[in-house]
């Protein structure tokens, strides 16, 4: 069958008209979930861990307005799960986008907030990741016992869009040169913001932990 | 004379303040409109929804465990307790949180009329804030109808 030039032109149009089409159904698609093959540089993923619905869904959107990518879970179990460190033949396929950060509330039936804590920092592979606690208790030694378990920072609930913003600015700026500066990287410092209780053993806890911290544990961004 | 709007918008920001003076509400409710904006303009309305949600299903789950007479699992209405204090911590549900605290301190010590009396009031108090902000909610309905924005109210 003969095609004349025009048709050629006409058709091969036609084909990248379409590619492109599909390609924005693509995205879109992937964009109704929570992760999507191609992710911005700039935002952060962030895996969200709470038993309680409501707080999901505020924290969730505290992260949206953060301009963060976040996944919400419901358990510990199902955050190991999503990222494949469930003993289950890790399966990367189970999530498209690199979690960069995770926050979890500690107290939650089966695993706790600070025994995933503990499980990440186990595993090789996403040691690196911060991870923060969010928790309605202010109890010291539960803190102290997180942070010294390499938790990034401490959030008193009921969490506030300040704290999250502070939170997502620290971890992004983590990502570029590090900076031997440690009153930057004060991460209880949003314990005494948040707590209208701020007794002079914060501030002494506060300098104890930067004098403690050695910069290995500082949590470094990849991207 | 005032305009329709202006009135609606006064009755907004005094019903709102009322809210806040009787202690309905905290500033975490302050905290939640701040996430609202033009993309998410029902956020506080969905969120509160899935909060009153939570309340009877909640509430439903303690009655139940505390109707086994000379049975209760007290740990299993503190654990409920606990999922009622977080939520309404979340939302700014001032009053309802505040009860979870008695409640939890009856579930400690095995207070079972303590108990009783705490769920009553819980149920009681977490309907009466359901519908002062279904009052609120609609006259923010009734500004934007009639063509007004809705005023910022600083506490």
Not at chain 1, 61 to 75: D, F, G, H
Not at chain 2, 27 to 34: H, R
Not at chain 2, 41 to 56: H, Q
Not at chain 2, 76 to 82: A, M, Q, R, W, Y
């Amino acid at each position: 069958m003969f095609v004349s030039f025009f048709d050629v032109i006409y058709l091969t149009s036609l084909f990248f008209i379409l590619l492109s089409v599909s390609q924005e159904r693509t995205m879109a698609v992937g964009d109704l979930s929570s992760s999507s093959s191609s992710s911005s540089s700039q935002e952060l993923h962030v895996l969200a861990v709470d038993d309680n619905f409501v707080d999901r869904k505020v924290i969730e959107r505290l992260l949206r307005i953060s301009a963060c990518k976040v996944t919400t879970v419901e358990s510990g179990t199902r955050a190991l799960q999503y990222l494949g460190l469930d003993g289950d033949n890790g399966s990367s396929a189970l999530k498209d986008l690199k979690v960069n950060l995770i926050v979890t509330d500690y107290s939650m039936p089966g695993l706790t907030g600070y025994e995933l804590l503990k499980k990440i920092k186990e595993s090789s592979a996403f040691r690196e990741i911060p991870v923060v606690i969010m928790s309605s208790e202010n109890i010291q030694p539960r803190i102290e016992q997180c942070m010294t378990e390499g938790a990034e920072d401490f959030l008193l609930k009921p969490v506030k869009l300040a704290d999250v913003k502070r939170l997502t600015e620290l971890i992004m700026r983590s990502g570029e040169p590090q900076e031997e500066d440690k009153a930057k990287h004060s991460y209880p410092n949003r314990i005494l913001q948040n707590n209208t209780d701020s007794s002079s053993s914060s501030h002494d806890y506060v300098s104890s932990v930067d004098d403690d911290t050695p910069s290995s544990k500082r949590m470094k961004l990849e991207s | 004379m005032d305009t329709l709007v202006a009135q609606l918008q006064r009755q907004f920001r005094d019903y709102t303040i009322s809210l806040y003076h009787q202690g309905f509400l905290d500033d975490q409710f302050t905290e939640l409109k701040k996430l609202q904006d033009e993309c998410s303009p029902d956020f506080v309305a969905e969120v509160v929804s899935l909060f009153f949600e939570d309340c009877e299903k909640l509430i439903g789950n303690m009655a139940r465990a505390l109707d086994q007479t000379g049975n209760v699992d007290f740990s299993l209405v503190g654990s409920s307790v606990h999922q009622l204090k977080g939520s309404s911590s979340s939302v700014g549900a001032k009053r309802v949180k505040g009860l979870c605290v008695t409640f939890k301190e009856c579930c400690d010590s095995q207070n079972f009329e303590g108990c009783v009396r705490c769920l009553q009031q819980v149920d009681i108090e977490y309907k009466s804030l359901k519908a002062k902000l279904q009052d609120l909610f609609n006259l923010e309905q009734q500004i934007v109808q009639a063509g007004g924005r809705i005023p910022q109210v600083d506490i």
